[in-house]
């Protein structure tokens, strides 16, 4: 269980994050409410595991809690209705970005990672799928018409959703049509090199070429192909694109 607080000046906003929160997420305990800033750090000394934190605010926005030195030590997660602040929230190492409103699977994704952080010393479970010394997933088994098929997952450019399908395009140009659904598929790779740009396209971060954002936001694979990002997406893609990035240069 994590202790976590709500930091918004809007009434509905405050008891609608509650509400979600209560029905959807078990693993938090909502410890404080707070309307500002400076209500919020009055909640600080509980030692919250979780800020849910709202940044335009009128007096003090949310980014001057963080200079509260128990603030640093909490997971913040930024709720607001503004996307504009995505970078600042990644320089801030927010644990994730929310776009009001809340999107029920979203708020779900970002207590996991929560969960995961209390608990990131135990090694996580993949389970079905072949690992490499590192933990990493580097093969993956798929049911074909007359049994399996064992593919390397660093040969897979992304992966689109065609109902109760999944379309697996490797760096060879084959093309493999698998009955799992894309969520299966995120589950088990999007902790490492793939992310999950749109609720039909799961890419493969190593054949990422180039992303813009003159209109929306739209990455270029190695091949030529090109996604939208969804709009919804667009903050946890900039989070994860830095994370994989970082560990790149390592």
């Known amino acids: 269980m994590l202790n976590a607080i709500i930091v918004d000046d809007e009434e509905f906003a405050r008891s609608s994050l509650y509400f979600l929160i209560q029905e959807n997420c078990p693993e938090i305990k909502i410890t404080g409410i707070a309307k500002s800033v400076a209500e919020a750090r009055t909640l600080l000394s509980s030692r919250p595991d979780v800020i849910f934190l709202d940044i335009a605010m009128p007096g003090e ?9 128990e603030a640093q030590k909490s997971n913040i997660i930024f709720t607001t209705a503004f996307d504009q602040y995505a970078l600042k929230a990644i320089k801030a ?6 776009l009001k409103p ?3 699977d979203e708020l779900i994704i970002a207590v996991n990672k929560a969960v995961e952080n209390k608990k990131k010393n135990q090694p996580m479970p993949i389970i079905d799928n072949h690992l490499n010394d590192k933990g990493e997933v580097k093969k ?18 992304y992966i689109e959703a065609d109902s109760n399908y999944s379309i697996i395009s490797l760096e060879n140009n084959e093309k493999i049509t698998v009955s799992k659904v894309l969520k299966d598929y995120e589950e088990i790779l999007s902790e490492f090199s793939f992310f999950r740009i749109h609720k039909s396209t799961l890419i493969n971060l ?6 813009s954002s003159k209109t929306g936001l739209k990455v270029i694979m190695t091949n030529g192909e090109e996604f ?8 946890e893609f900039y989070f994860k694109i830095k994370q994989f990035t970082n560990i790149k240069r390592v």
């Open 102 to 104: 809340i999107d029920i």
């Open 228 to 235: 939208q990002v969804s709009r919804r997406r667009i903050s």
């Open 206 to 211: 190593e054949y990422l070429k180039a992303y």
């Open 61 to 69: 926005n949310g980014f001057s809690l963080l200079e509260h030195p």
């Open 93 to 98: 190492n927010a644990l994730d970005y929310l």
């Open 140 to 157: 993956l088994t798929i049911p074909t018409a007359n049994g399996y098929r064992i593919i390397n997952t660093d040969t897979i450019l």
